[in-house]
């Protein structure tokens, strides 16, 4: 064998060399992607469904907002009748003095 023949040989294996090492880094890339992606659905699924829950809450808070809208018309009614009774009997009472 001959320098070219032995420099032949050294770049052949260096090629395989490089090759089996971009390989490599391509596969631990795919896999460290693969991995990220699969922490970030994780991520999006725990706040989808921390959204979704916040959404039920809104849904009862609504709710329970209206009943107390109803409950305080009839308390401001109620009032307002005691009012009238209260200045009714304060009259009365002037009107002894």
């Known amino acids: 064998m001959g320098a070219i023949g032995i420099?032949?040989?050294i770049a052949v294996i260096g090629?395989?060399?490089g090759l089996a090492?971009?390989?490599n880094g391509r596969d631990k890339k795919i896999l460290g992607d693969g991995?990220?992606?699969g922490s970030v659905n994780?991520?999006?699924d725990d706040i989808k469904s921390s959204v979704s829950g916040t959404n039920?809450?809104?849904?009862?808070l609504g709710g329970a907002i209206s009943t107390h809208e109803k409950r305080i018309t009839e308390v401001e009614s109620s009032t307002k009748?005691?009012?009238?009774?209260?200045?009714?009997?304060d009259k009365i009472v002037d009107?002894?003095?």
């Open 56 to 60: 039920t809450q809104l849904d009862k």
């Open 21 to 23: 090492g971009w390989l």
């Open 81 to 89: 009748q005691a009012h009238k009774r209260i200045d009714r009997l």
């Open 7 to 9: 420099g032949t040989l």
């Open 42 to 44: 994780t991520k999006l």
């Open 35 to 37: 991995e990220w992606k």
């Open 15 to 17: 090629c395989f060399v």
């Open 95 to 97: 009107d002894k003095n």
